[in-house]
């Protein structure tokens, strides 16, 4: 077979001249929207449905092609009303993705403002350990969430509205154990203390452990429902654990713990300055169930 290069070459040349600016804009909004939503599928049960998905409309073009005519019709109606079954079905899901959307920070803006004060990060990662570490030790229990990219306004209205720096003596006063908010969550944005005695969702796993309490529970669950990241001191064991994505981990130290929140809080530039290369997140084992070892 011969080529003719030359032509070819041509064909292609004028085949991208005839692409206008808006087929470049329309490929790069589709190419986010897929990433975006392949993203969110790795981190709920969205995963498994797409490969059922993708099962199914398997056997329903085979049965087409090979003539399976009872198969077929009975697929095709399945198919009418699979998108209602699907909408009701993950609806959280799907109310988490608008909500996302619409209380997603835009990061262009960033660009000019760099969006965080990385020092008052720091300092807020270090008083939060601090106080994680002696209420530890006190066995106070405690739960605290760092808000990321998803806005929890409905969060802090559930209990006192705040506006303070964080600090070791705020946290433990906040969680002593005869303090009016102590049952509730504090829930801090870029280094300020928003509201406290905040209440949380309960996670919606039926495969946590029995033993597990309502504070973790609720750590868990807002870490489901949302990109926070959640701190939790027991107060039956004083263990210190940290909820991301629907997974908890346990039994971490003080350093652990600052790791954790410095790779999930701080800004990626930050990241490589620290040599922050990989994420320790990922490094611990988590367990679905939460463990079966802390009442709180």
């Given at each position: 077979?011969?080529f003719d290069?030359?032509?070819?070459?041509?064909?292609?040349?004028?085949?991208?001249l005839?692409?206008q600016?808006?087929d470049y804009?329309?490929?790069?909004?589709?190419?986010f929207?897929?990433?975006?939503?392949?993203v969110?599928?790795?981190?709920?049960?969205?995963?498994s449905l797409?490969?059922?998905?993708?099962?199914f409309?398997?056997?329903?073009?085979?049965?087409?092609v090979?003539?399976l005519?009872?198969?077929?019709?009975?697929?095709?109606g399945?198919?009418?009303l699979?998108?209602?079954?699907?909408?009701?079905?993950?609806?959280?899901?799907?109310?988490r993705v608008?909500?996302e959307?619409?209380?997603?920070?835009?990061?262009?803006?960033?660009?000019?403002?760099?969006?965080?004060?990385?020092s008052v990060?720091e300092q807020?990662?270090?008083?939060?350990?601090?106080?994680?570490?002696?209420?530890?030790?006190?066995r106070?229990?405690?739960?605290i969430?760092?808000?990321k990219?998803?806005?929890?306004d409905?969060?802090?209205r559930?209990?006192?509205?705040l506006d303070?720096?964080?600090?070791?003596?705020?946290l433990k006063?906040i969680?002593?154990?005869k303090?009016?908010m102590?049952d509730?969550?504090v829930i801090?944005?870029?280094?300020r203390?928003?509201g406290?005695?905040?209440?949380?969702?309960?996670s919606?796993n039926?495969?946590?452990s029995?033993?597990?309490?309502?504070?973790?529970r609720?750590?868990i669950?807002m870490s489901?429902?949302?990109d926070?990241?959640?701190?939790?001191v027991?107060?039956?064991s004083?263990?210190?654990s940290?909820?991301?994505?629907?997974?908890?981990k346990?039994?971490l130290?003080?350093e652990?713990?600052?790791n954790?929140?410095?790779n999930?809080l701080?800004?990626?530039?930050?990241?490589e300055?620290?040599?922050?290369k990989?994420?320790?997140?990922?490094l611990l084992?988590?367990?679905?169930?939460?463990?079966?070892?802390d009442g709180?």
């Amino acid at each position: 077979m011969n080529f003719d290069f030359a032509e070819i070459t041509a064909h292609i040349g004028r085949y991208l001249l005839s692409i206008q600016l808006t087929d470049y804009l329309d490929i790069i909004i589709l190419a986010f929207v897929m990433y975006r939503l392949l993203v969110f599928a790795q981190s709920t049960k969205i995963a498994s449905l797409l490969k059922g998905l993708f099962v199914f409309l398997a056997i329903l073009v085979l049965s087409s092609v090979f003539h399976l005519n009872g198969i077929n019709f009975i697929l095709s109606g399945m198919m009418e009303l699979g998108l209602l079954a699907l909408i009701i079905l993950f609806q959280p899901e799907i109310r988490r993705v608008l909500e996302e959307l619409g209380s997603t920070k835009l990061h262009v803006f960033g660009l000019f403002s760099h969006g965080k004060n990385v020092s008052v990060l720091e300092q807020t990662i270090s008083q939060t350990v601090l106080a994680c570490k002696e209420m530890s030790a006190s066995r106070t229990g405690a739960l605290i969430v760092f808000e990321k990219e998803m806005r929890l306004d409905d969060m802090v209205r559930s209990g006192t509205v705040l506006d303070a720096s964080v600090s070791n003596e705020l946290l433990k006063n906040i969680f002593f154990v005869k303090a009016p908010m102590h049952d509730g969550a504090v829930i801090i944005r870029d280094g300020r203390v928003l509201g406290a005695g905040c209440m949380l969702p309960l996670s919606k796993n039926v495969n946590l452990s029995r033993e597990l309490g309502m504070r973790h529970r609720a750590g868990i669950g807002m870490s489901e429902n949302s990109d926070a990241t959640v701190v939790i001191v027991s107060e039956e064991s004083g263990s210190i654990s940290v909820a991301i994505g629907g997974m908890l981990k346990r039994h971490l130290k003080p350093e652990t713990l600052e790791n954790i929140l410095r790779n999930e809080l701080l800004p990626p530039e930050e990241e490589e300055e620290n040599k922050q290369k990989f994420s320790l997140w990922n490094l611990l084992p988590a367990r679905k169930d939460g463990g079966a070892d802390d009442g709180e």
